[in-house]
C-alpha cells in the first residue's frame, strides 16, 4: 500500500513527557482553504529530504530544495507546500517550551 501523501510518520519523541518530537511528512499541494497555516507554542525545524517545497511562513515564503534546513519560531502562522512534480518528503522536528520552572 502506498503512502497517503501528508501522512506523517513520526521518528522519535514517542516517549511519555518528551518535548522534541520528529515527523518525516510528504507535504501535501496547495489547497486552498482547505490547507490553512497552522501556529504553536515552541520551534520548528525542517529539514528537506527529497523534492522541492514552498514554506509560507506569516507573510513572506521560502522555496525549499533537498538540503536546505529552515528553523523558526513557531508561533508564527505557517504552512508547508510541495512544488515539485514528484512528492517532496521532509524531517519536521517541533520542540516545545519546557514546562519546567
Known sequence: K???????????????????????????????????????EGEELIYVLSGEVSLEL?????DLVAGDCVHFNASVPHRLICTSKKAAEVLLVIASPSTAS
Open 2 to 40: 502506498q503512502k497517503e501523501e501528508g501522512a506523517p510518520r513520526l521518528v522519535a519523541g514517542t516517549a511519555p513527557g518528551q518535548r522534541v518530537v520528529a515527523f518525516v511528512l510528504q507535504p501535501g499541494r496547495d489547497k486552498g482553504a482547505k490547507h490553512l497555516k497552522s501556529d504553536h
Open 58 to 62: 506569516d507573510d513572506k515564503t521560502e
